[in-house]
């Protein structure tokens, strides 16, 4: 439930029953502003071709795309799903999860409160070192029917972060951007169903799915991509 509300530099400010929750884009590092003018400027389809049901059919789910600055610069914190999960086992991905009643309004500041409430209940994360700063559209998964909200985030006081619950959660990682943007870590994936993508092999994982998607879009509207051989194709039984 939400008690209150205001704006912020055109944005929304809640004071509602998970705390306050704001999007600011003050004091950001420069190197993160093609970031936030790809966030601003960015449309559905340019993300990705599955958008949300028309019919408002899907759960709700937020993620939190967290930037830090590590050791060799801008990094991003992703994490390794269980293998014994139902949904998605074993594929790295941003922390995040479903909403919960408890975070408000799914169409304002919930998917905002329930990308940080799940960060921390992943990686243990402490949400009141991270400065949102932007989100992008809705999205859909097909194959869990989850409606998906990036949220942006400035990893502006780093705390330790790890596994929490192993049922939930392998491991908990971070990743050079750099990396992230060498061609030699780059490639496509081709689902059995024939779906191809974009992928990542970076830090003993192959990055694939929902996931790489939305990091291969950031790179390329925020000015970072590097040419890759797009021909360059892993199994997705590449451990096998």
């Not at 929490?164 to 491991?171: G, K, S």
């Amino acid at each position: 439930m939400t008690h209150g509300s205001d704006t912020h530099d055109g944005r929304l400010v809640s004071d509602g029953q998970g705390g306050s929750v704001t999007v600011s884009k003050d004091g950001l590092p420069g190197w993160l502003d093609p970031v936030v003018r790809a966030a601003e400027t960015v449309e559905p389809l340019q993300l990705s071709r599955f958008l949300p049901p028309s019919d408002g059919a899907g759960r709700q789910s937020a993620v939190l795309v967290l930037f830090g600055e590590g050791d060799r610069g801008p990094e991003l914190l992703l994490m390794e799903r269980a293998t014994s999960l139902r949904s998605h086992p074993g594929q790295p991905a941003f922390p995040g999860g479903a909403l919960d009643p408890e975070d408000g309004d799914p169409t304002t500041d919930g998917p905002l409160r329930a990308a940080l409430r799940e960060a921390e209940e992943e990686t243990g994360l402490d949400p009141g070192g991270v400065q949102i700063f932007g989100v992008l559209p809705k999205l859909y998964i097909p194959v869990s029917g989850f409606v998906v909200t990036p949220v942006l985030g400035w990893w502006r006081r780093p705390t330790p972060v790890g596994v929490v619950d192993p049922n939930e959660t392998a491991r908990v990682f971070t990743v050079p951007v750099a990396d992230l943007t060498d061609p030699a870590n780059r490639a496509t994936t081709s689902h059995p169903s024939g779906h191809r993508g974009p992928a990542f092999l970076v830090e003993s994982a192959l990055v694939w799915g929902f996931t790489a998607g939305i990091i291969d879009r950031i790179l390329h509207y925020a000015g970072w991509e590097r040419p890759w051989d797009r021909e360059n194709q892993v199994p997705l039984d590449w451990r096998a």
